[in-house]
């Protein structure tokens, strides 16, 4: 049991998941003391600090906060039409099963999301992946490769069309036992194809990670290349890796883009009612939410032309 784990256990009387425990051990002092004024290096999660201080002023406040829960993050604010105000929304992690809830000001609860593990992983793998890279990385699943084929069929069309340029781009299908494999790579930049890439290490590293349980063969020797090369090398953690790994679902497909001077509007255009769900972004929140629009099948939010607004 880590210091902070202790520290949980002594001041909230709870023993922390081994999930949250994992988090707060490397990532704690990256975090935010302060979520609802500094959002931090993962939006809107706190640090141990938070989670303890904030804990206690919920229990304090509402006789009726089940005890299990930590309040571990801030979820923005929501309108309260009866008042015409605007109150905050808090992110509670109850340490019994994992599941993520929302409670507000008022001590009001909903449920946010069924996994911890799952929930965070997008959050965490986008955080370290801006930590070190310029190229633009997302993550698209469905539950058929057809869908993840057309999405990578279109990405190639504005790649020729120069509405961005694709560094790489891969298949991958985790199958009902749990299994990541990579069907299909593509080096679409000379620069990448010649080195190895950082797309080459990425998806190596995805097979051959122990955690993930993953298949050794042929496809680890397609993607990883014939020199030996480490995730340090690569500029990578291991961290990362099983953060991005995470957001596929057993029983589904995903692509996986390395891009880089995408232009988002004519992207947008090209991609709308594909009918893929993001997993991943490094885009900004608004170019996140204009992404997932058009993918998923919902209206468009716009037309400006930058990926990072």
Not at 4 to 11: G, H, Q, S, T, W
Not at 122 to 149: C, D, P, Q, Y
Not at 162 to 170: I, M, N, R, T, W
Not at 284 to 302: F, I, N, P, T, V
Request: charged share 30%; hydrophobic share 40%; net charge negative.
């Amino acid at each position: 049991m880590t210091d902070l784990a202790k520290r949980f256990r002594k001041e909230l009387g709870l023993r922390i998941s081994p999930c949250y425990e994992a988090l707060l051990k490397h990532h704690n002092e990256h975090l935010s003391s302060d979520p609802l004024t500094e959002p931090g290096w993962i939006p809107g999660v706190g640090n141990a600090d938070f989670a303890i201080g904030t804990t206690q002023t919920f229990r304090s406040l509402f006789e009726d906060f089940p005890a299990p829960w930590i309040v571990i993050g801030y979820g923005g604010k929501k309108l309260i039409e009866k008042i015409g105000e605007e109150i905050d929304v808090y992110l509670a992690l109850d340490v019994t099963d994992d599941s993520i809830h929302r409670v507000d000001s008022l001590g009001k609860r909903s449920p946010e999301a069924p996994h911890f593990r799952r929930w965070l992983a997008h959050k965490l793998a986008r955080s370290l992946w801006e930590r070190t890279h310029e190229s633009h990385l997302f993550v698209a699943g469905a539950s058929s490769e057809k869908a993840v084929k057309e999405l990578r069929d279109r990405l190639m069309h504005l790649h020729r069309e120069k509405a961005l340029e694709l560094e790489a781009l891969a298949v991958l299908r985790r199958d009902s036992s749990g299994v990541l494999e990579v069907r299909h790579v593509h080096h679409v930049s000379v620069r990448e194809a010649a080195a190895g890439g950082v797309a080459g290490f990425l998806l190596g590293s995805l097979l051959l990670h122990p955690v993930l349980g993953a298949a050794i063969g042929a496809a680890a020797g397609a993607v990883a290349g014939e020199e030996e090369f480490s995730l340090r090398h690569a500029g990578l953690e291991d961290d990362f890796i099983k953060e991005l790994a995470c957001t596929v679902l057993p029983d589904t497909w995903a692509l996986l883009v390395l891009a880089k001077e995408v232009r988002i509007g004519p992207v947008l255009e090209e991609l709308k009612g594909v009918g893929v769900k993001v997993l991943v972004t490094s885009l900004s929140k608004r170019g996140e939410e204009r992404l997932r629009e058009a993918l998923e099948g919902k209206e468009d939010g716009g037309n400006r032309d930058s990926a990072g607004e």
